[in-house]
């Protein structure tokens, strides 16, 4: 597995069918991450035959450096790399994460704790007795990702955790979230099969996480997509949509303790169409910020991404725009978007393009705020998020992922990954800086 920076400059990679990106982002060279064979037989379970790279996770450290987390499903592993502001690997070979070979590991996310401390939560593949597969693991890293701690389990249950269902058919893995809060503690939450949303906190200075704490789904009205922010005050937030209903919408819920308890949750910006993959952030004035996909109809016709915050604490929400129009041309839906906020209050979002809303994704959109949510730029294409060798983005178990990365300084960090049957995999990095 070879790590090395591509020669090539980021507008290069982009499709002639679609728009420049908007922004004054100045975009630097390419990362490229991995790469590795392109092969997915039948469902076996563990058993299974998947030898491809997929599911990046990624964060902006303070410093400008990237930390990014991804699976190789060849050896079942979450493997991490963390790259310095200049876009040179820090280890000379990946870091394994989850070290289970036996079970898949699925969809990692990462936070960057304000003292140093990484934290990484995935899906592991564990057929506890219950009708589907999924535990929700965590481990952290206190030498900045040179070596984590043995992976815990934080579920611990039959219900198969980490899928965000839409129906008895139909979800997606990847069902969770992990926050670092200022305080020093850190939150996970996370979706199971059978309709629950769970949420467990590790205090600043402990080593255990809590006993889950259920906020809400039912096996009627399935919780799907949890997402956390933290705010002034340590209010914990945590926003996520539902299943078995076409016109879903998203709910969102605070916390005033940390997590160990929440209000009553309240919808967002109902509508008769179904709302998909929140994603939350809180700016530097406490403003919390929403993004989300909305469809023409149920949750399989074309999406579109909206934005709306809120200044009372997730009491009221402003009314909903929508953000990916003017679709950039040859793009016909924008789903499953990306949240991050920098220090001067700049709100970027990210979100997969479609040409087809029944085939694969291929390359992101991007639109940028730069005052605070109240306007956003034309979108465009992240440049260089489209593989130029054919193939189509992952992830190839479900796109509630973690592609974007913020930090203060308003440097940014978009992973992508590709899949095409029978020839390549990749993942790479994009980056991008405010020019001084």
Known sequence: MRIRVALVLLGCHAMSAFAAPPSSLAWEPLIEVTS????????????SRFDYVDDPAVAVDAQGGVAIAWVDQAR????????????????????DVSRQPATFSWLPRIAIASDGQVLIAWQEIIFSGGSHGGEIMVASSRDGGKSFSNPANLSNSKAG???????????????????????????????????????????????????P??????????????????????????????????????????????????????????????????????????????????????????????HTRSSDGGR???????????????????GFPSLGIDARGRVYVTWEL????????????????????????????????????????????????????????????IANSSFKPGAHSRVWLIRGRWPR
């Open 36 to 47: 590795g064979r392109a092969e997915r037989g039948p469902w076996r379970q563990n058993e």
């Open 76 to 95: 079942k592993a979450v493997l991490f790399q963390r790259f310095a502001p200049d876009g040179k690997a820090r280890f000379d070979q990946p870091v």
């Open 161 to 211: 955790d980490g899928k965000g269902r839409i129906d008895s058919k139909r979800w997606h893995n990847g069902s969770l979230d992990i926050v670092a809060a200022p305080d020093g503690d850190v939150v996970v939450a996370w979706t199971e099969y059978e309709g629950a949303l769970w949420v467990s906190r590790q205090t600043a200075g402990a080593e255990d996480f809590s006993r």
């Open 213 to 306: 704490v259920r906020v809400a789904g039912s096996a009627a009205t399935p919780a799907r997509g949890p997402t956390l922010a933290v705010g002034p005050g340590g209010m914990l937030y945590v926003a996520w949509t539902v299943g078995e209903d076409e016109g879903g919408d998203i709910h969102v819920a605070a916390s005033a303790d940390g997590g160990a308890s929440f209000g009553a949750a309240r919808r967002v910006a109902p509508s008769k169409t179904y709302s998909d993959a929140p994603k939350l952030a809180v700016d530097p004035a406490g403003t919390l910020h929403l993004v989300y996909a909305e469809s023409i109809g149920g949750p399989f016709e074309r999406f579109h991404v909206r």
């Open 316 to 334: 009221s929400f402003e009314p909903s725009r929508e953000i990916s129009a003017p679709p950039p041309a040859g793009s016909v839906s924008a």
């Open 354 to 413: 479609y040409t087809n809303e029944r085939l694969p994704s291929r390359g992101l959109g991007l639109s940028v705020s730069l005052d605070g949510g109240r306007s956003f730029t034309p979108p465009g294409v992240v440049p260089g998020s489209i593989d130029i060798a054919g193939g189509f983005n992952g992830s190839g178990q479900g796109l509630l992922m973690q592609k974007l990365g913020v930090n203060g300084n308003g440097v940014v960090a």
